[in-house]
């Protein structure tokens, strides 16, 4: 099993290991106050009585002056009883006037009284604490009791009872074997949580990870698409989020495409119903025509009803072509099969097929042919329908007395083919639609022949394939130019 930081088991372990040290050392540090504290009231409490039992063994201030040697004997005493008790003789305001440790030892000369009067005055067992004379906080318990001069309060015996020689072992405990036993107590129980919590979490988000697998799986097999490689690549959270977030995207762009091709679908059905009634009617109608009135027509009405209704016949013939082309087309079934071809040559036979016709509707076609034979490299079948596609569209548009131009050209991008002619033109609004399947401008000339609407989407889905861009360049009333490029062929050597 692979465990990595960003993993979701790793950071859960590692989560529940840093809030198992913090509980640790913070219950290892309530232990150590709450034990201190209680050692502090329960001396406090033990050695209430101590400071009248010194006070009381022999005066220590006599008429206004201070006993000196009551106070070195309470000294000597003290020293050999209980050498961490500190003992000291204040005034009333709080001032040291005599004691019984080092002098170099006492940095602060004035004791908060307070505290003293608030113990003497109380029978609360919580501990006071006084000032410590020899760093000044008030972090000390003592005992005390009032001193006499002739029956008059001249000032407090003031006892320490955690002195320097206690603040020092205390403090050394860092050191000792029994906290050096403790740390090692807590680190083997830290690993073992950490090793329980690896194993726990393994288990627990196993179907998770099995998830994230899945999905990732899924989205780079069947959606043919990776999730973003990150620094996060290893939390199943954030994998299962992007799949998530890019499956939507996914779903969302196919709903919307499904949604565009089922608008669309509608209306191929409704124009292709259209343009196949209006033909297959008129042309029903000539043949019922013929067979009711056959004995009845002249020749000259027979033949002309027959070439009525064969005009409709190769319309609904070239409407079905293009249907079926289009179709193939959109669905991504039309293989290219590319091959070096003079373009020059291509252009030549197709402007021979339609000499008869720009002839009959006295329009001018004409063309600027190169004398090289300019070789490209794409599919000579396609590329000729292209381009019966844009000459018909011209000739469609161009009244008679006009002139459609074919030019070919040398081109960055390889050979320029451009279709141009002075016909009715396109405003600028039909311009970005113009290679939608049925799509046809407003804009046509009274009885020019009616096209299907599908020649230039062909047009379009035909360069595509061939990824080539095809301009149109339009003003309304003026004609418009159509060009596109496609890539030279190899010169061998």
């Known amino acids: 099993m692979k465990i990595t930081f960003t993993s979701l088991n790793a950071r859960l372990s590692f989560v529940l290991l840093l809030l198992f040290l913090v509980i640790c050392v913070g219950y290892l540090a309530l232990v150590n106050w ?27 201030i006599v008429d206004g002056a201070v006993n000196r040697k009551a106070m070195n004997e309470l000294a000597d005493l003290v020293m050999v ?46 501990a006071v604490f006084g000032t410590n004379p020899r760093s000044g906080k008030r972090d000390v318990v003592f005992s005390a009791w009032p001193v006499d001069d002739n029956g008059q309060k001249a000032g407090y015996l003031y006892v320490v009872l955690g002195g320097e020689k206690y603040q020092k072992m205390r403090d050394s405990l860092g050191d000792s074997y029994v906290y050096r036993l403790s740390a090692a107590g807590l680190l083997a129980i830290s690993l073992f949580a950490l090793i329980t919590a690896i194993i726990f979490f393994s288990f627990m988000t196993k179907p998770l990870r099995r998830l994230a697998r899945d999905m990732k799986k899924f989205q780079r097999e069947i959606l043919q698409d990776d999730i973003d490689k990150g620094s996060q690549s290893g939390n199943e959270i954030w994998v299962i989020q992007q799949s998530f977030s890019q499956m939507q995207q996914r779903i969302i762009e196919q709903i919307e495409a499904l949604s565009k091709t089922d608008n669309l679908r509608r209306e191929l059905v409704s124009n292709v119903s259209h343009d196949l009634r209006t033909p297959l009617a008129s042309m029903q109608g000539y043949l019922e025509t013929l067979i009711v009135r056959k004995n009845t027509l002249s020749e000259q009405d027979r033949e002309k009803y027959l070439k009525v209704a064969f005009s409709h016949s190769k319309r609904l013939t070239r409407l079905v072509q293009d249907l079926f082309e289009l179709g193939k087309l959109d669905a991504g079934k039309t293989e290219i099969v590319k091959e070096d071809f003079s373009l020059t040559e291509l252009l030549q036979d197709i402007i021979q097929k339609y000499e008869l016709k720009a002839e009959k509707k006295q329009i001018s076609l004409r063309a600027q042919l190169p004398n090289q034979a300019n070789v490209v490299n794409a599919d000579i079948g396609l590329i000729e329908r292209v381009l019966e596609n844009l000459i018909d569209n011209a000739l469609n548009y161009t009244p008679s007395g006009g002139r459609v131009d074919i030019a070919i050209g040398d081109s960055p991008d390889g050979v320029k083919v ?37 020649g230039l989407a062909i047009v379009k889905r035909i360069l595509d394939l061939h990824q080539c861009r095809i301009s149109v360049v339009s003003t309304e009333g003026e004609g418009a130019s159509f060009s596109f490029n496609l890539p030279e062929a190899k010169r061998a050597g």
Not at 103 to 109: L, T
Not at 422 to 440: K, M, Q, T
């Open 34 to 60: 709450s034990t201190n504290r209680y050692y502090q009231e329960v001396t406090q409490n033990l050695n209430k009585s101590l400071g009248m039992y010194i006070a009381g063994r022999s005066p220590l």
């Open 418 to 454: 451009e279709v141009a002619d002075n016909g009715v033109g396109l405003p600028s609004c039909d311009i970005p639609r113009i290679f939608d399947r049925y799509f046809r401008s407003r804009h046509t000339l009274v009885g020019s022949e009616k096209g299907t609407g599908l």
């Open 81 to 126: 009883v209980n050498p961490i008790v500190e003992v000291y003789l204040l005034d009333r305001d709080g001032q040291i006037i005599s004691h019984a440790v080092e002098e170099s030892e006492v940095n602060h000369k004035i004791v908060d009284v307070a505290p003293i009067d608030a113990w003497l005055n109380t029978n609360n067992p919580a």
